[in-house]
């Protein structure tokens, strides 16, 4: 059983940045045993993929609409993991979802998610 809280949303200017944190307790299992991820849901729009990461963080998958601009990381020791967003564009407005997986292949590939965050909002302004 994993818990997920996510943090950091707000308004920020086209252009701007903005660093959102997700902090999970994992009952069970250790935190670092899970892939960690992060969705998105626009107003009218389905919830989409965002990033994924393994559970020692050696690898990252970015959806192609926000390659180079977002950065994923995770400390294991404080059981969390980070979204830092750079270069926000008025389509990145939406709810952020931190997700937990089983595995990474379901995560990135099948985006199959075990545990999810209550989601945080992130408004970007023109």
């Known amino acids: 059983q994993v818990q997920l809280v996510e943090s950091g949303g707000g308004l920020v200017q086209v252009g701007g940045s903005l660093s959102l944190s997700c902090a999970a307790s994992?009952?069970?299992?250790?935190?670092?045993?899970?892939?960690m991820g992060w969705f998105r849901q626009a107003p009218g729009k389905e919830r989409e993929f965002v990033v994924g990461?393994?559970?020692?963080?050696?690898?990252?998958s970015y959806a192609d609409s926000v390659k180079g601009r977002f950065t994923i990381s995770r400390d294991n020791g404080k059981n969390g993991v980070y979204l830092q967003m750079n270069r926000l564009k008025p389509e990145d407005t939406a709810v952020y979802y931190c997700a937990a997986s089983n595995s990474y292949y379901s995560l990135v590939v099948m985006k199959k998610v075990d545990y999810w965050g209550k989601g945080t909002l992130v408004t970007v302004s023109s």
């Open positions: 994992a009952s069970g299992r250790t935190f670092s045993s899970y892939a």
């Open positions: 990461i393994t559970g020692g963080g050696a690898s990252v």
